[in-house]
């Protein structure tokens, strides 16, 4: 299982869902929750493509799809996206919103660090508007995912990874998480990964635990719970890599941490050891 | 030969060979290297190494030296092309490449002297009278992963390379055989030699490319005894050589 070699021409998937509720205006760290939820799925996104881009442009591994919840459940990209449920990694990487100019820290070759311009892709800006409709936001999930599944079925399972303050407004989302986790391809069950952004006082970063002992609230264990279990590679790349030390149990959920571990966890090649 | 499912021109081994004649030895070299998959313009950079070693830019100097020439060739050619947001953050990452090279070394004696560098997972094996009698730098299937340390063409990630460079000095006999091959190729090679020795005659057997072309098609979808393939879907490089 979760051993289906990901080409073009079978090609994985990944599902971002993020909440754009109203609750997400409150401050978090140095900003707001949404702020916090843009910069992470852009960020996502950005390594998603990253990882697929060659020398002649980008290898359509993956489809990908996000899907925002708050006033309304729905497909989140803008602009020539706008509306589409999934599409070829190629189509978001030459569509974004807007280009920033960052600052970015890289080794100078004598073992310090040196400021790099880099551009920055953005597609998704903050957004916090009505209820958290979180039970519908994992059935259209389901929907859309069923359906591709039907097309793909050899091939590695689809990644979904949700991102939220956990305080769904339409129910205890439990269930609908367990039956988008229950759809599966040929090499694997669907592998639901939740990133919950916290702003309760007692909440500390945690990333990927084996039990809910820690976690500060109903809502945080509830998207625990909900979390599937990482496979067995993306533990030893979280070990090897990240100086981690996950066992068999370590569920794919972080609390106010960053989640690009899963995405670098997935094998399409050769990743040389000294590439960070 | 590329991975089963991208084209030609997607194939991002590289292989080289050479001979330069001295006054009492004639220097042959043979070289292969293997652009990672997760960098880009990793074809270039393979090509540029395995060149490298042929026209014998790695001799006497320290390997640094050597590969920051190389990087150098490398970033000019790429330099000035307009390239999307994601092309140009993989770039500055640099290209990542393996290598192993030979230099056999001819002179009146009766045997041969001959020395290899390796670094990363493309592999030499010494076969006398059908037996492999030396595996460099890998010498067991399980050995191979798919987080080698490489050479990058960015200087930057190239910090512990040093740890990782591998030689290897010896003689052969006539009669010996030298194969080079790619990762995929080489831990075919150990997992196969393991449970049957006369898989080295079925690699004399093959006489051409076409010959070639089948086998690997073969061994893609043959499964082995733990389950998968014998042969990791990959670009495949093999080099044979002959002493006679």
Known sequence: ?276 | MPKAGNRQDEYEDAFNRSIQINKDTTNYRFAIADGASESSFADLWAKLLASGYCNGKFDDRPLQKSISKLSRVWQKKLQGKDLPWYAQEKLSSGAFAAIAGITFRLTDASFTAFDAVAIGDSCIFQIRNDKMIAAFPMSSADEFHNRPVLISSNAANNGPLKDFVRTWSGIAKAGDSFLLMTDALACWLLTRYEEDLSVIKKLYGLASEQDFTRFVHAERKSISRDGGFYLRNDDVTFIRVKLL
């Open chain 1, 1 to 276: 299982m979760y051993s289906a070699e990901i080409s073009r021409s079978n090609p994985s998937c990944f599902l971002f869902i993020i909440d754009q509720s109203g609750s997400m205006s409150d401050p978090y760290g140095a900003g707001s929750k949404a702020e916090s939820v843009s910069d992470a799925i852009n960020r996502l996104l950005q390594n998603l493509i990253i990882k697929c881009a060659k020398s002649e442009g980008i290898r359509d591994y993956y489809h990908v799809g996000v899907i925002g919840y708050g006033a309304s459940v729905g497909p989140a990209f803008g602009g020539v996206l706008a509306g589409k449920e999934l599409v070829p990694i190629s189509e978001i990487a030459d569509n974004p919103s807007r280009l920033e100019k960052r600052l970015k820290k890289v080794p100078d070759g004598a073992g310090g660090l040196a400021d790099q311009l880099v551009k920055f892709p953005v597609w998704f800006e903050p957004v916090s508007n009505g209820g958290t409709p979180m039970c519908q936001a994992v059935n259209t999930a389901h929907t859309i995912l069923n359906q591709w599944i039907n097309e793909y079925t050899p091939s590695f399972p689809p990644v979904v990874i949700h991102i939220t303050d956990g305080e769904s407004t339409d129910g205890d989302p439990t269930s609908e998480m367990a039956k988008l986790r229950e759809l599966a391809t040929d090499d694997g069950n669907v592998l639901l990964f939740n990133l919950h952004i916290s702003d309760s006082p007692s909440a500390v970063e945690q990333r990927f635990p084996e039990t809910s002992d820690g976690l500060p609230d109903p809502y945080s264990r509830m998207l625990y719970e909900g979390s599937s279990l990482l496979t067995p590679f993306m533990i030893r790349v979280a070990n090897q890599e990240h100086d981690l030390d996950l066992s068999d149990g370590a569920r794919g959920f972080v609390l106010n941490a960053d989640l690009t571990l899963v995405i670098q966890a997935l094998d399409i090649g050769t990743r040389p050891a000294n590439l960070r």
